[in-house]
């Protein structure tokens, strides 16, 4: 990594990153938020197979380079690219990270980390063969509403979790690569993936078994992808989380864990566009907490940098993002076998922690190019 050593020179040292993938959420968080991390993150190149939409994205944000994913390896080494920040469809994320790594970049790729516990398994190993750092980008684990509701659950405020319930639905703008079975879209791995990484961290554990349910399409919108998908958790004292997340619904955004002394109920709790609300009850008594809209990318951004110019290994690593893999694989294996599905023992030690919440103003609303929003009004 040649220019990250430069960099780690200078007085104010910068990662310089290449985004590859130019879709909605690129537009309207990922480029934004390198304003609010410019003290230690820098946008050098822009990859997309769309020239034009390239070409005036790099215009408006003053991005010198860019190129299309045929020329990527190219590009970046004209940019002297440190890290990638990879936002394509999930299923693009493996081979886009195998090429980054194998050009000895740093990859962050967002979530989820791959379609298959093997891809991520061949993520990590290639990582770690060219010596370069995963990070998967759960932009929840540097949000302080997040973080505190773990952190109120690990301590006791509800006494002892005994059930995870959470809904996180909407309704999907046919033709979004959510619907698309070749781009690895669906309901489950588009928005199930927060429900069992909330599952996990609240209750600090990994589950033993699984059982699931899922609704496909045979044909026409959506066809060969869930676009309902209900499962259930079993955790070791028989903790039980079950949730049911959708793209064919209306919007539904929350999170409710029952203690022995009460609950905390979260809502909205995966939003990265509204402000995030905890509701505690214990002993008949409620109160609410309000986290205020934050922009969730820039965070992210900061923390990987730093990671890189310390030599730190991330949190939520290749080993986090495979967890939630492994269970998302269980549950479309129990939903076509119609029974549970027992889970091979896995130990995660590090888990986020409030330590880790990093507090940036939200992004201002950005007119996207060629680039429409995932959901309908």
Request: one cysteine or more; charged letters at 25%; aromatic letters at 8%.
């Amino acid at each position: 990594m040649q220019c990250a050593e430069g960099n780690m020179s200078q007085a104010h040292p910068r990662i310089r990153y290449g985004l590859i993938g130019l879709g909605n959420i690129a537009q309207i968080a990922v480029v934004p938020a390198f304003q609010h991390a410019s003290e230690n993150s820098e946008l050098v190149a822009l990859i997309s197979g769309d020239a034009e939409k390239r070409a005036a994205l790099q215009s408006k944000w003053d991005v010198k380079h860019g190129g299309s994913y045929d020329d990527m390896e190219r590009v970046l080494d004209d940019a002297e690219a440190d890290a990638v920040y990879i936002a394509l469809p999930n299923a693009l994320h493996r081979t886009f990270s195998e090429r980054a790594a194998r050009a000895g970049l740093h990859v962050l790729c967002e979530k989820p980390m791959a379609m298959t516990v093997a891809d991520c398994e061949a993520m990590i190993a290639i990582c770690r063969e060219n010596d370069v750092k995963l990070m998967v980008g759960y932009r929840l684990h540097f949000e302080a509403g997040s973080l505190s509701a773990i952190e109120a659950v690990a301590r006791g405020d509800i006494g002892d979790p005994l059930s995870f319930e959470a809904t996180y639905t909407h309704c999907a703008r046919p033709g979004d690569i959510r619907t698309r079975a070749d781009m690895g879209g669906g309901a489950l791995f588009d928005l199930g993936v927060y429900c069992v990484n909330a599952a996990r961290n609240l209750f600090q554990d990994e589950p033993m078994e699984v059982i699931g349910w899922q609704r496909r399409r045979e044909s026409g919108f959506a066809a060969g992808v869930d676009n309902l998908t209900t499962a259930t958790l079993r955790f070791r004292g028989d903790k039980i989380a079950t949730f049911t997340c959708g793209q064919a619904a209306g919007s539904v955004d929350r999170i409710q864990v029952v203690g022995s002394d009460g609950d905390l109920l979260i809502k909205p709790a995966f939003t990265y566009d509204d402000a995030i609300q905890h509701y505690f009850t214990v002993d008949e008594k409620s109160r609410r907490k309000r986290f205020a809209k934050r922009d969730q990318f820039a965070p992210e951004l900061l923390y990987f940098s730093d990671c890189i110019l310390n030599d730190i290994e991330p949190e939520p690593n290749g080993e986090e993002g495979l967890a939630d893999v492994r269970v998302m694989e269980a549950i479309i294996g129990s939903a076509k076998a119609h029974d549970w599905i027992q889970l091979e023992p896995f130990e995660r030690l590090q888990r986020p922690t409030l330590a880790q919440a990093i507090e940036k103003p939200p992004v201002r609303h950005q007119r996207t190019i060629r680039a429409p929003s995932p959901t309908l009004p």
